[in-house]
């Protein structure tokens, strides 16, 4: 039997406001992403992509439709269906435009406060943090601050924190957008191979177009309305 998609979502709609000043902000969006499918979300300044991938994280709720994560339904309209921060602590990774590191912390102990979030503790927590970090080529800086990584190396142990729950379903929004063209396409790659090789669904929210070639899919959102674009 296999997987159940990484994410499912039916007529996915957000509306902001009623009566004179009601906005539709995204518009039955309904998509499927398998696992090990890296997938980008494009679309101009207000279409709406934020606003998607604000109730995919099951972190501001759609006013209608329905999502599905790893087979499991999670929410039907505004209503949850599960216990949602337990929920994306056990099957949701996010990275940001900002990586948003502990900055007294270094790169494997902010990996090591996400894996004690998780329930993990000790040495399999140290030894799943210098796992994630050496496959993502930051090894050798793991006792490393924040303040002595490059904007990439930052990036990478965001990512590596984000995987320390082994999620099914990995966010990313505007992950390159501080990064120049050369180590954003880096980044990017790195989804790429974070995603085929450990099973999990990626969606990635992104302006920069220059690198769709290493994405499975792309997605179009344009004034609330998703759209396949090749």
């Known amino acids: ?26 518009r039955e969006a309904s998509l499927t992403i398998q696992r090990g499918e890296v997938v980008a979300l494009l679309g101009p300044s207000g279409s709406g992509k934020s ?16 999502i599905k994560i790893d087979g499991k339904i999670v929410m039907r309209g505004p209503r949850a269906l599960v216990d949602v921060r337990r929920f994306r602590r056990e099957h949701l990774g996010f990275v940001f435009q900002k990586s948003n590191l502990i900055p007294f912390l270094t790169g494997l102990e902010n990996v ?19 796992e994630l970090l050496t496959e993502l080529g ?3 800086r ?10 990439g190396e930052q990036q990478r142990v965001a990512i590596a924190r984000a995987l320390a729950n082994r999620p099914s379903l990995l966010l990313a929004d505007e992950p390159t957008a501080a990064l120049d063209s050369t180590l954003g396409r880096q980044v990017m790659e790195l989804f790429r ?13 992104t302006h920069d177009q220059r690198a769709l070639d290493v994405f499975d899919r792309t997605l179009v959102l344009d004034d609330g309305v998703l759209r396949e674009d090749w």
């Open 112 to 130: 090591l406060v996400a894996l004690d979030i998780a329930g993990t503790e000790g040495r399999p927590a140290k030894r799943r943090a210098m």
């Open 1 to 26: 039997m296999s997987a159940a998609p990484a994410i499912e979502t039916a007529g996915v709609t957000k509306v902001y406001g009623s009566g004179a000043t009601e906005v539709v902000a995204l």
């Open 138 to 140: 930051i090894g050798a």
């Open 193 to 205: 191979d974070v995603g085929h090789e450990s099973g999990a669904g990626v969606l990635v929210v």
């Open 51 to 66: 606003t998607l991938l604000s109730a995919i994280g099951l972190i501001n709720p759609p006013t209608r439709g329905e």
């Open 142 to 151: 793991a006792k490393n601050l924040p303040s002595a990584l490059s904007g």
